[in-house]
């Protein structure tokens, strides 16, 4: 299966290194692999750390969210970008929105595939919900600008709000 590659096109956190978390994820208090692209929660430090946060599954309504995004380091040369996974238990990045940033998704990401012009939020999930309009008591990542095809792979673009 193939998994979500995330394309930062203009996002404030690759400039200001405030808005990078390092991370583990956890799903109750397991550490758990995940893939680039999934939206998670940010928490507390994990125990005994000073800059590891520990990050779980968003809730509609979080507030203090980020990115996966990870670089894809693969020591087999023959692996594809869409093969990449974080391990269980190790230290990803997490990037923190700023309104106004563009960030591109394969259709992983996501919950349907976007068109133009939708409106992405929060789910009780990592991926990214895609709706017509805001869901009550939802909070809104962003819109979708653009659908690009590079290669075999489609991008969706979308401008945080």
């Not at 190790?90 to 992983?108: H, K, P, W, Y």
């Not at 991926?127 to 792979?153: D, F, H, I, N, Q």
């Amino acid at each position: 299966m193939a998994k979500c590659i995330v394309r930062l096109d203009n996002v404030a956190f690759t400039k200001n290194p405030a808005l990078i978390k390092s991370a583990k994820y956890y799903v109750s208090t397991t550490a758990t692999a995940i893939q680039n692209g999934m939206m998670v929660a940010i928490g507390d430090l994990v125990t005994g750390e000073r800059e590891i946060h520990k990050v779980a599954t968003p809730a509609v309504d979080t507030t203090y969210f980020g990115i996966v995004c990870t670089p894809e380091v693969m020591y087999d040369e023959k692996k594809h970008m869409d093969e990449f996974e974080n391990a269980a238990d190790a230290v990803l990045r997490v990037g923190v929105f700023q309104n106004g940033d563009i960030f591109s998704a394969t259709v992983e990401a996501f919950d349907a595939t976007p068109t133009v012009g939708k409106i992405v939020e929060l789910a009780a999930a990592n991926t990214m919900k895609v709706v017509a309009t805001l869901t009550s008591g939802s909070t809104k990542v962003g819109k979708v600008v653009a659908v690009e095809t590079v290669g075999a792979k489609t991008f969706y673009v979308v401008e945080v709000q």
